[in-house]
């Protein structure tokens, strides 16, 4: 696939973080990062559909840059709104009692980060708010080098959070030197760090 619309992809899938439920956006980006174009572009326009998840009309022309019919009438069929919406979340740098203890994750991201490109690895407890299409969890962010495969190192990074700890915690990589998208960058102001390179 050309580096281009990969990026846009890339881009695309950030954006989507905190309005697509956990699962949707992780099932979307494991499809792309592993080569399943078709697929990636189907679960993307229905997951648009099922959750009614409105795209700026920046946002129709990035995703009409990387599908492979970009005059798929179900995209034409997403709700346009006029700005991005604020994430649906509050994210806070410790979780409140009886929040799951996420050491045992910590050590294996820090760990498993390096692999990926990994610089700085940070930590937030995010917790719903209105509207907000999953409930209360540990997110990470993890910061890569410019020109990592940041849909490889998520889904790397997630598949051995899974099959190790069985945690389905959210992680979300950004590249060092971009500028997040707004779910990212409220994750990582309310964030700790947990390693750095």
């Known amino acids: 696939m050309d580096a281009k619309i990969y990026a846009a992809i890339t881009e695309m899938s950030a954006r989507l973080a905190g309005r697509?439920?956990?699962?949707?956006?992780?099932?979307?980006?494991?499809?792309?990062?592993?080569?399943?174009?078709?697929?990636?572009?189907?679960?993307?326009?229905?997951?648009?559909?099922?959750?009614?998840?409105?795209?700026?009309?920046?946002?129709?022309?990035?995703?009409?840059?990387?599908?492979s019919d970009p005059d798929n009438p179900d995209l034409l069929d997403a709700p346009v709104v006029d700005e991005v919406p604020a994430p649906a979340?509050?994210?806070?740098?410790?979780?409140?009692?009886?929040?799951?203890?996420?050491?045992?994750?910590?050590?294996?991201?820090?760990?498993?980060?390096?692999?990926?490109?990994?610089?700085?690895?940070?930590?937030a407890w995010r917790s719903p708010l209105d509207h907000a299409p999953d409930g209360p969890t540990w997110v990470y962010v993890l910061r890569v080098v410019e020109g990592a495969d940041e849909l490889k190192a998520r889904?790397?990074?997630?598949?051995?959070?899974?099959?190790?700890?069985?945690?389905?915690?959210?992680?979300?990589?950004?590249?060092?030197?971009?500028?997040?998208?707004?779910?990212q960058a409220a994750a990582l102001a309310a964030a700790q760090p947990v390693w750095s390179a």
Not at 26 to 35: F, H, I, M, N, V
Not at 45 to 67: M, N, P
Not at 105 to 115: I, N, Q, T, V
């Open 20 to 67: 697509l439920p956990d699962d949707a956006l992780g099932a979307l980006r494991d499809q792309y990062a592993a080569g399943e174009w078709a697929i990636g572009d189907d679960t993307l326009l229905l997951s648009l559909a099922f959750q009614h998840v409105g795209i700026t009309v920046e946002e129709q022309a990035l995703i009409r840059s990387f599908l």
């Open 89 to 123: 979340y509050r994210f806070t740098p410790t979780g409140p009692a009886g929040a799951a203890d996420p050491s045992a994750a910590d050590r294996l991201l820090a760990g498993e980060s390096p692999r990926h490109g990994g610089r700085r690895l940070h930590r």
């Open 155 to 183: 889904s790397g990074l997630t598949a051995r959070l899974w099959t190790t700890l069985r945690e389905k915690w959210p992680v979300e990589v950004v590249a060092e030197g971009s500028t997040p998208a707004p779910y």
